[in-house]
């Protein structure tokens, strides 16, 4: 908008010279060169006596100077276009190359040399006496129309941008499941919309989400009662029962109880929490001791850990639900986990040497209850939504989850905290 606003300028400045400055300044040289021309063919005809009283006229009324005094002078390399007009028009009028030349001192004359009856008169004008000046006034109008067009120009856009950067950051805010405060609603008219819009919409989706959370606890609640008595009869069964089908069936309980605990997770979302600031290599060590006895080992790297502010309840989550991937899809080989401190982010990464996850799939196993094998077994795989919870608290807290092949084959869950977020 400034650019075609300047350009625009510019050509208008272009059309004023050419039209009206050039054609007045031309004017205004052809009057100032017949009356020196004229002046100078008076002078000549008059009585030596009487032409002192007719120079000191021309010098108060039009500021010329007439004289015989033939004294070296340099010729004017002044760009003002006033002065070739002047010489343009002293030339066709006495059909010789006149230049201008000036005068040495302040303040500056400009003088030209006139033959008149074999004889050179010099006249004089001082800078004064060209009263335009067209360079001068085309600048202070581009310089001056391109600050106040940049000026508005910065204050429309800011008035347009404004409201959609607090749109974009609300809706980035919205997006991570922080708190979100409605906008206000004030601006152009169509953005005044668009808020509005956008406000009834977030008002929406956080009702549907908390009554959806609503409900998917009182599921949970209604079938934890039953799957709790249920369990409660295996225990008291005699004896006599068969003690492999009792233990799959309090096995299969269980299993039902931790899948409501995750389905219910995941519909919370786990916004954000509280922040605190914690040592990496103390807090990971807590977790792993939790793995002591895990098949296959767990290698701890921790020489480059360090101190860190972070959603500790979501990171314990992220790093057990990855490690417990690890251990599930790394077959019989060690899983390894590492700890980077750089400038600028924490990047912890939890290794396996698996069959891997093909590229088509990186994404896809962080939706939730989406898993690599479709047999839905419990033999083969969790429930599928370890993943999408590890991915939730990682977006909410603006982290970044990645699971990428390894060279040599397997996975690598890499998980990178910024260190100013």
Known sequence: MAISMVIFLLFSVAIVIYFILAPVANRAAEDLASLMVLSAQTWMELPPTTRPDFERILLDEHQLRLSHTIQPRVESKNPMPYLQF??????????????????????????????????????????????????????????????????????FVRRLTGPLANLSHAAATLGQGMEFKPLPENGPRELVTLTQSFNRMVAQITELMENQTTLLAGISHDLRTPITRIRLALELLHDDVDASLKNRLIQDLDEMNQLITHS????RGQGMKEREEIGLQEFIDGIISNYRDAKPKIIWAHSHCCMCTVDVLALRRIMTNLIDNALRYGGSKPVEVQCDCYEDKVVLRVLDRGEGISSDQQEAVFRPFHRLENSRSRATGGSGLGLAIAKQLSDSNNWQIQLLPRVDGGTEARLQIPKNV
């Open 86 to 155: 002047l010489r343009n028009a002293l030339e066709k009028r006495t059909q010789q190359s006149i230049p201008i030349l000036v005068e040495p001192g302040e303040p500056i004359w400009f003088s030209v040399d006139m033959p008149i009856s074999g004889q050179v008169i010099r006249v004089s004008f001082p800078r004064e006496r060209v009263g335009a000046k067209p360079p001068l006034a085309s600048l202070l109008v581009i310089v001056g129309g391109t600050i106040i067009i940049l000026f508005a120009s910065l204050l």
């Open 264 to 267: 219910l997770e995941l519909a």
